[in-house]
Structures are given as structure tokens and as C-alpha cells.
């Protein structure tokens, strides 16, 4: 399926949605920062990025536009766990060029639902 970069500070959040992503056959690659999905991005293509938006350091919301300016990710889809569909910082994330959102708490069923609607959106319209 697809190869997707899971982005978040919290290690037992990136191996949750590891585990229901390769339930789902999708290849699942993981970064514990920002930063570090920054330089793993230059180096390295995915079909999808989920990104959590409060880390340490660059989180989220600088996250996405800094995928958006390289070439490689100027189309790829880029969706947020976000802690509910209030959250302020969801609004931002659109509007820097989030695809979609999953809400957390989220179910196996949920995340993997979210995922596989994004990328089929994305790449039958692409």
C-alpha cells in the first residue's frame, strides 16, 4: 500500500498508529520530531505524512509549510492529529495546507478509515 512518515514526540502515540497503519498494509516510517521529519522528508519519499501539532521545538503548524516548499511535497497529503475537531490550532493547519485531520482519541478503525480516504481522494484525483 502506501508508505506513510508518522510524526510525533510521544513514543507510544508513533507506536499505536504504527501498529494500525501496518495492520492495514501500509509501510509506516517514524519521526520523534519536526526536525527530524524535516530532514527525513529531504531524503526520502512518502505518499502521506501524519503529524501530531504540539511537539517540542517545531511542531506541527511549522511543520507543514516546510514540507510545502519542497518540491517533492508540494502535493503530498499532510493530515493532523488533532484533539478533537474544536481545536484551535486545526483551523491553522488547513489554512497552512493540512489535508485532513484524525481526532484523538481515535479508534484502529477510525485512523485507518481517515488514512486510506485521504490517499484515495488524493491520488485519483492526481
Known sequence: MARILVVDDVG?????????????????????????????????RVHLVLTDINMP??????????????????????????????????EQAMKRGAS???EKPFTPEGLLGAVNQVLVDFYVNH
Open 12 to 44: 507510544s502515540m508513533r507506536q499505536i498508529v504504527r501498529t494500525v497503519l501496518e495492520s492495514g498494509r501500509h509501510r509506516v516510517l517514524d519521526a520523534c520530531s519536526a526536525e527530524e521529519a524535516l530532514d527525513l522528508a529531504k531524503v526520502t
Open 57 to 90: 521545538g517545531m511542531g506541527g503548524l511549522e511543520l507543514i509549510p516546510q514540507l510545502r516548499a519542497l518540491r517533492t511535497y508540494r502535493n503530498t497529503p499532510i493530515m493532523i492529529l488533532a484533539k478533537g475537531s474544536a481545536d484551535e490550532n486545526l
Open 100 to 102: 485532513g485531520w484524525v
